[in-house]
């Protein structure tokens, strides 16, 4: 990567930090770009230039949080862990890292959805992403699922395993450990999936 290109990322980096806590701090509709090249130190032309819009910066933090949770590399890890029982803890523990460091991403999604008609079709992607991947996990034990446990009805119960509420609800509101977290989660997925 070469000067100006690393300089460009830093700039990105440093707006999408700074957008991160105002989205989480006033909401999606509150922050604008003006706010964001305030607090972020960056001419707000530069930021229109750069992203264009708020949504592409909210594309930009997802981003970050995806590669600071190393969640590509732990769902690679879990898919070739042929013991279904410790591939299903490995899946909790990455569902525990995404939520650990990237919850406000989730709550940010979430409230421009609600706001904003095009960030609703922007979430929809999302979730269908996060399918995407829960898929191949359920497809990874389809020898090994509850009988009579088709592929849909098994990644619905996945899904609903790891709904963000729960975490928010178990760690945030009721102060629950991560650790406690990770295994109640992950003996719940053992228990909805397999025998």
């Not at 899946?91 to 999604?109: C, N, T």
């Not at 509101?173 to 999936?193: G, M």
Request: hydrophobic letters at 45%; glycine letters at 4%.
């Amino acid at each position: 990567m070469g000067h100006r290109q690393r300089q460009a990322q830093a700039t990105r980096d440093q707006v999408a930090a700074a957008a991160r806590v105002l989205f989480s701090e006033y909401g999606w509709v509150a922050t604008t770009i003006k706010t964001i090249a305030e607090a972020a130190d960056i001419p707000a032309p530069t930021i229109y230039s750069a992203f264009g819009s708020k949504a592409k910066i909210l594309e930009e933090i997802k981003r970050g949080w995806i590669d600071q949770s190393d969640v590509q590399r732990q769902h690679e890890e879990a898919l070739s862990q042929p013991d279904p029982v410790v591939r299903l803890r490995m899946s909790a523990h990455w569902h525990r890292a995404q939520m650990e460091l990237g919850y406000d991403v989730i709550s940010i999604y979430q409230q421009a959805a609600r706001a904003d008609p095009a960030m609703a079709v922007e979430w929809s992607r999302v979730l269908a992403g996060r399918d995407r991947a829960i898929g191949k996990i359920i497809d990874s034990l389809a020898g090994d699922l509850t009988p009579g446990l088709s592929r849909q009805p098994a990644v619905d119960r996945y899904v609903a395993c790891t709904l963000a509420e729960t975490y928010r609800t178990l760690v945030l509101e009721r102060n629950w450990p991560l650790s406690d977290f990770e295994n109640w989660t992950a003996d719940l997925l053992i228990s909805q999936l397999l025998p």
